[in-house]
Structures are given as C-alpha cells and as structure tokens.
C-alpha cells in the first residue's frame, strides 16, 4: 500500500507516518527529514535547500522529485511507502504519479489531517524533540516526566528546529494555502482522499487513519 499524508505543517504528518511505518510496515519517507539531514551533512543539496527552508518557503520541485525517486528504488520501499512533507506542489504530484507509474506501482489513498491554522501556529512554535531518538515533546501539552530527561531513552539534549518559530510557521502555512493545498482538489478528481480530523489527540487519529484505510 502507497499513502500520502497530506496536510499543513504541524498537523501531525511525522507522528502518524511514524506510526504507520511501525503497524503495517511501509517505509516512512519525509523529504523534511531528507533535506533536514543534507542540511546537516552540509552536502550540496543542503547548502542549496538550508536558506530556503530557513525562511520557511518551498525549495524546488526538481530536488525533492529527485531524492523520492532516488528512495522509491531503495530496497523496502516495495512494500508500500508512506510519504510524509511530499508532494507539495501540482509538479510534484504529477511527478509522483510518474514515478509509480514507471515502478509498476500506484498511490492507494491520501490522507488529508484537518486542522485549524492558529492552533497549528500554537502547536508548531512549543514542540521540541530528544537529541537522541527523534521523541517529539511540546512546552505545553507533552513535556518529558522528568525535568530534560527523554522518557524514551534516557537522553539528556533536547533540539528545536529552527523553522520552528512563529514567523517561519506564518510564512510555512503560507506556502501551504497557496501552493499544498490545491492537492486536495487533485486528488480528490481522482478518487483517493480521506479526510481525518487532525485536531484530535494522536491515538484518535492514528485509528481513524486506520479505518480510512481498511474501509
Ligand atoms: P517539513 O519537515 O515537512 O515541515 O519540511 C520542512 C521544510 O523543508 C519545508 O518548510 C520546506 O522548506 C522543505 N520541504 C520539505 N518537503 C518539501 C517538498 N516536498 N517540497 C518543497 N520543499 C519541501
């Protein structure tokens, strides 16, 4: 099964893919986390993307195209991709549906998280994750049982991402609205959205991910 998880930033994208990735065993694949990684690696892409995702826009199709196609011919991904953060844009749609295409493969369902956009902003500016296994904490809603210890692993750094303050969220939602968004519609045309309410807590969602997919 191939599934697209669509919706603004914040909404929840990375937890449930992260989740899905683990109940049916599909192979999470987030171009943020790709592009956050060759941001780090301070590789090509990276230097190309880091501003770019700084100041909270799209960085171009041709890039994020290239690194899906690049994962859809790793090993694993033939048992059904979760696509997390991609597509953004109406290229990156029609390049996806090339891509499956070409693999003999197609996209099964998107998954369209409502959510409302000053809740987002709220959501987005207090979260905050552990160093060292990728746990994901919010100022307000989720913080670790004890004080700066990760209730996962035990680690002691904690890491923000630097897109992740009110500014960048306002002009990320932006990009969103005016470029993501439209998708719905796309896809809609062609029969494969479900939408969930992602304003509900992440074990709600995760089942009504769950009976959108089995219904
Ligand atoms: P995310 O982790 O999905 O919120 O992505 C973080 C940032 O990476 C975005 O604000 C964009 O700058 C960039 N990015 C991630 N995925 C894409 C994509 N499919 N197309 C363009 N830019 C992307």
Redo the contacts with the bound molecule.
């Keep these: 099964m191939n599934l697209v998880l669509l919706g603004p ?1 914040g909404a929840g ?2 937890t449930q893919a992260k989740l899905l990735e683990d109940s049916r065993s599909l192979v999470k694949l ?4 790709m ?2 990684a060759a941001v780090a690696a301070g590789t090509e892409l990276g230097r190309k ?1 880091g501003d ?2 700084e100041r ?4 171009p ?1 041709a890039l ?1 195209i290239n690194l899906i196609a690049e994962r859809l011919d790793e090993d694993g991904s033939g048992r059904g991709v979760v696509l ?6 109406l290229a ?1 749609a029609e390049a996806l549906d090339r891509l499956f295409k070409e693999r003999g493969k197609r996209l099964d369902r998107v998954i369209v998280m409502a959510v409302d956009d000053e809740a987002l902003v709220e959501r987005i500016a207090g979260r905050f994750a552990c160093a060292k296994c990728g746990e994901g904490y919010h100022d307000a809603h989720k913080r670790p049982l004890r004080p700066q210890v990760c209730d996962r692993c035990g680690g002691t750094e904690f890491v923000r991402r630097p ?1 992740d303050n009110e500014a960048v969220v306002r002009s ?1 939602l932006k ?1 969103y609205h005016t470029q993501t968004k439209p998708l719905i519609d796309y896809y809609t045309r062609q029969g494969r959205v479900k939408t969930v309410d992602g304003m509900a807590d992440i074990g709600t969602v995760a089942k009504e991910i769950g009976r959108a997919l089995d219904g």
């Excluded at 909270?56 to 960085?59: D, E, I, R, T």
């Design positions: 930033p994208k990375g987030s171009t943020g986390d592009l956050r993307a770019i995702m909270g826009q799209l960085v199709d994020v997390d953060g991609f597509p953004r844009t990156q897109d990320r990009a």
